[in-house]
């Protein structure tokens, strides 16, 4: 089942990622770095206990990959999870 996702983190932004076979356990790759960064910016509290909420936003058994990529960029765009104050994904690149 090829799927696109949206992940909530408890730092407030958003990560919209794309899955070929539906694996309930995979999160995405965002930027660790990045992701990082911005917990280490959270109370000790939040740190210690959080909570990640995986969303799937659309999924599909017989889309080809090129359906699933353009779907990606399409809930990428739409969440605007490109853009840096709102989430982790970097492309395509985020224009105002």
């Known amino acids: 089942m090829k799927q696109v996702y949206l992940i909530a983190y408890p730092t ?3 990560y919209v990622g ?5 694996s309930y356990r995979y ?7 990045t992701v990082n960064a911005d917990f280490a910016k959270l109370p000790i ?3 210690h ?3 990640i909420r995986k969303q799937i936003l659309w999924e599909s058994a017989d889309a080809s990959e090129a359906e699933l990529a353009a779907k990606e960029v399409e ?5 605007k999870s490109n853009d840096p104050s709102v989430g982790y994904n970097r492309w395509p690149k985020y224009r105002d």
């Open 18 to 22: 794309k899955d070929s076979v539906g």
């Open 75 to 79: 809930f990428i765009r739409k969440y």
């Open 12 to 14: 407030g932004k958003i």
């Open 45 to 47: 509290e939040i740190r």
């Open 27 to 33: 999160y995405g790759s965002p930027d660790m770095e």
């Open 49 to 51: 206990d959080y909570t």
